[in-house]
């Protein structure tokens, strides 16, 4: 017997409250390199591989950070860090094996945006 297809087929879109969203665009767009798709109402929209990520302003009572982590697979790990530290950013700690595999190990090195959002590099490297 077949299962049936999932009733959702991913995320499409993730939205970031902002205090103030003009500084946190710049961030996520001349730091972390994401490109911009548009703009619309106050909100920017970026790519971020199939999912969008959506800054705009918080609404009244809305918490800013600390609600969710983002995580952003980065292309070469190695380039990543050191682009990223060089851009200013502070990781929490070093980067954590999460898993290992012949030739490889599954990493994470989480960090914060200037608004307090957690963020981490999560993805395979060569095995050290």
């Known amino acids: 017997m077949n299962a049936p ?8 879109q993730i939205a970031l409250a902002s205090a103030d969203p003009q500084t946190l665009v710049a961030f996520y767009r001349d730091t972390l390199g994401l490109p911009v798709l548009f703009e619309a109402s106050g909100m920017t ?17 809305q918490t800013v950070g600390g609600d969710a982590v983002v995580y952003f697979e980065p292309h070469d790990w190695s380039a990543a ?16 094996p999460l898993q290992k595999a012949p030739g490889r ?10 608004e307090g959002h957690y ?10």
Not at 48 to 61: F, K, N
Not at 105 to 114: A, K, N, Q, S
């Open 5 to 12: 297809p999932p009733l959702l087929s991913g995320i499409c």
């Open 45 to 61: 929209f970026f790519q971020s591989g199939a999912t969008r990520l959506m800054i705009g302003p918080a609404q009244p009572g």
């Open 81 to 96: 860090e050191t682009k990223l530290e060089a851009a200013g950013v502070a990781f929490l700690h070093p980067a954590q």
């Open 105 to 114: 190990e599954l990493m994470l090195r989480p960090f914060r945006d200037p």
């Open 119 to 128: 963020l981490a590099l999560m993805g395979w490297r060569a095995a050290a």
